[in-house]
C-alpha cells in the first residue's frame, strides 16, 4: 500500500537553532498535511498543501509540495522550548480511499 | 473555535468487555474518521463515514463496528476486547473529503 518515508527519526537540537524534516513516498498524494501531536493529545494541524509547488508558511513554519507530488518538506525556524513534540506528515489521495496516510513521526527536543 | 470533541478521554475495560467511544465533529463537518494509535506508533485508520453512510474502510478488526448518527456523531463499538487493543483512539472530522481535517484529543483505552 501508499507509504510515507519520513525522516528524521528524531532530532535534539539548541534552542534557536533550525529545523527541517521532510517526507517522501513512491505514491502521489493530492494534499500533505503537516501535524504536530504532543504526549496524549490528538495530532494538530499546523499546515495544509493543497498544490504541487505550493509554498505555506504559518508563523515559524514552513512547508512546501513538492511538484512530483511525492515529497514535501517542513521548517522551523527559531526553534523554541515549545516546539518539542512529534511531528506527522501525512498525505491524502482519493484514489486510497478517505483515509490519511501518515509518516512514522519525527520526535523534536529542543534544549534550551 | 470548535473542536473534535470525543469521550471518553480515558476508559478501562477488563478483557472480553465492550467498549463504546463517542465522537462529535466540528459543526457542519459531514465526515468523520477513526483511527488507532500504539504507542510509539502513527496513527493507524480504521473506518470513516459521510453522510452517515461508511464511506471507507481500514483495518478495523471484525469485533469492531461503528455507525454515524443524524447528528453527525460517531460510535466506535469495541466487543470482546483483547490486551492488543489497548491504545488511543482518535477521532478526526472534516468538510467534504479532508477539508479541515481535525483530530481531537481522543480516547486512551486500556485493557486489563
Known amino acids: 500500500g501508499q507509504q510515507l518515508n519520513q525522516s528524521p527519526q528524531s532530532m535534539f537540537i539548541q534552542e534557536g537553532e533550525d529545523v527541517s524534516m521532510n517526507c517522501t513516498s513512491s505514491?502521489?498524494?493530492?494534499?500533505w498535511l503537516w501535524y504536530k501531536q504532543e504526549p496524549g493529545e490528538g495530532p494538530v494541524l499546523l499546515i495544509a498543501?493543497?498544490?504541487?509547488?505550493e509554498l505555506t508558511s504559518n508563523g515559524r513554519l514552513t512547508a512546501q509540495f513538492g511538484i512530483t507530488r511525492k515529497d514535501s518538506f517542513l521548517n522551523i525556524s527559531a526553534s523554541i522550548p515549545s516546539d518539542v513534540g512529534i511531528y506527522f506528515c501525512?498525505?491524502?489521495?482519493?484514489?486510497?480511499?478517505?483515509?490519511?496516510?501518515f509518516g512514522a513521526g519525527t520526535i523534536l527536543r529542543v534544549k534550551s | 473555535a470548535a473542536g473534535v470533541i470525543q469521550s471518553p478521554r480515558h476508559l478501562i475495560k477488563e478483557k472480553r468487555e465492550t467498549a463504546t467511544l463517542k465522537c462529535y465533529p466540528i459543526?457542519?463537518?459531514?465526515?468523520v474518521y477513526w483511527y488507532q494509535q500504539g504507542p510509539g506508533q502513527d496513527p493507524q485508520f480504521l473506518i470513516s463515514?459521510?453522510?452517515?453512510?461508511?464511506?471507507d474502510k481500514g483495518s478495523i478488526p471484525d469485533r469492531f463496528s461503528a455507525q454515524q448518527f443524524s447528528d453527525y456523531h460517531s460510535e466506535l463499538n469495541m466487543s470482546s476486547l483483547e490486551l492488543g487493543d489497548s491504545a488511543l483512539y482518535f477521532c478526526?472530522?472534516?468538510?467534504?473529503?479532508?477539508?479541515?481535517?481535525?483530530f481531537g484529543s481522543g480516547t486512551r483505552l486500556t485493557v486489563v
Open positions: 505514491s502521489i498524494f493530492n494534499t
Open positions: 478526526a472530522s472534516s468538510f467534504g473529503s479532508f477539508y479541515g481535517y481535525t
Open positions: 463515514f459521510y453522510e452517515k453512510m461508511q464511506s
Open positions: 498543501l493543497y498544490k504541487a509547488g
Open positions: 501525512a498525505g491524502h489521495h482519493m484514489e486510497y480511499g478517505n483515509k490519511l496516510v
Open positions: 459543526p457542519r463537518h459531514d465526515t
